[in-house]
């Protein structure tokens, strides 16, 4: 304020200046006006002078000198220097006046400058002194903040770690309750259990179903086990997932089979005793055949058991009276038990509950159909 005090009485003192420069100024003007008007005269009177002395001297060259002429000439040379006196007085007067008025201007304006200057640099100032204040505030927020945030985390970071034992024990427990729908019983089990095996494909099946399935698949079919959940059946059951059913008789038919894939383009006997393995390579002209495993003897060329004093034609006769019988004994007791048929493959199968919605247990087959009509059913 003190500052802005000063600025307004030096500004005011400056257009009284201004306004005195100004009245100088136009003296200067007025002078210059007198000393033009000084100077007319005097080439006025200058030139009177000339012709007059021009005719003076001509008069006194013709009739001599003459007292009149002489002081009027006199008068001419004293008005002459008078004149010139005043006009030398009145240019000195005029350039002490332009350099009072120049010195003025100078100074005003190096008063006007430094008052600016100085100001200017006190305003530079004190925003200076506000910007490191701020900034220093700024600083101690920053630091106090980033102090807070590093303590939150190191909460953080040991909550996380109470909470670990916590997570890890949730984790196990959800995976040990974790179930699965078998897709062949349609029962569910714990998939942590080790009654159960993962496929390639994702699909989980029973323990139990698995290794019924699978021995169905490798001793009715010949087949290399695959999933039987997998509409196109290209995933093949491993020997590391056969093995973690832990059942014997399953790897005894598997390396079985595996033996005879392997073999398959040497002609091989198989022994026809239901659940016996052994294969041998036998001469072509052999009839009967001994069986080292089971001990049961067999007919190398129709593969039934060995049938002495009968040809392989009159025991197929009398072993096919045999079965007819035995198929029409089993039709008499499905029709008393209830039993039907499955509509594609004609297997046997009894619905103990549930709906009429029937999936054929058949492997090979694996149909849908409705138990109350007999009609296939779509999977979709």
């Not at 019924?212 to 010949?222: A, G, P």
């Amino acid at each position: 304020e003190k500052s802005k005090a000063h600025v307004v009485k030096k500004s005011t003192e400056l257009k009284q200046a201004q306004a005195q420069i100004q009245n100088l100024q136009q003296d200067i003007n007025r002078l210059q006006g007198e000393k033009q008007t000084l100077s007319t005269q005097y080439n006025q009177i200058s030139e009177q002078y000339n012709n007059m002395a021009q005719q003076l001297t001509e008069t006194i060259n013709k009739q001599g000198q003459s007292e009149a002429i002489k002081k009027q000439v006199e008068k001419l040379q004293t008005n002459r220097q008078y004149l010139i006196k005043q006009l030398a007085e009145k240019t000195d007067k005029m350039k002490e006046l332009r350099s009072n008025l120049d010195t003025e201007k100078q100074q005003w304006k190096s008063s006007e400058t430094a008052i600016f200057n100085e100001n200017f640099q006190n305003m530079i100032n004190k925003k200076d002194a506000e910007i490191n204040t701020i900034t220093e505030q700024k600083d101690a927020i920053i630091a106090t903040k980033d102090t807070a945030i590093a303590a939150k985390d190191t909460e953080i970071a040991k909550l996380l770690a109470e909470l670990k034992p916590y997570r890890e024990e949730k984790a196990r427990l959800a995976a040990q309750n974790e179930t699965f729908n078998c897709l062949i019983c349609m029962d569910d089990f714990k998939v942590q259990s080790s009654w159960n095996i993962r496929m390639d494909c994702g699909h989980r099946l029973d323990r139990n179903c698995a290794v019924n399935t699978f021995k169905s698949e490798i001793q009715s079919r010949q087949k290399m086990p695959r999933c039987p959940i997998c509409r196109d059946n290209i995933i093949f059951v491993t020997q590391e997932q056969l093995e973690l059913l832990a059942d014997q008789d399953l790897m005894d038919n598997y390396f079985r089979l595996s033996l005879n894939l392997a073999t398959r383009d040497t002609p091989m006997f198989q022994c026809p005793t239901p659940d016996c393995p052994f294969q041998a390579e036998i001469p072509t002209d052999l009839v009967r055949f001994n069986c080292n495993k089971c001990g049961h003897a067999s007919c190398a060329k129709c593969n039934r058991a060995y049938h002495h004093n009968e040809t392989c034609e009159q025991y197929a006769a009398r072993k096919g009276k045999e079965e007819q019988m035995n198929e029409e004994e089993l039709k008499k007791l499905a029709a008393k038990m209830g039993w039907k048929t499955c509509p594609k493959c004609k297997t046997y199968i009894e619905r103990t509950y549930g709906c009429f919605h029937m999936k054929c247990g058949n492997p090979s087959c694996k149909a849908e159909y409705c138990d109350g009509c007999g009609k296939e059913l779509d999977p979709k």
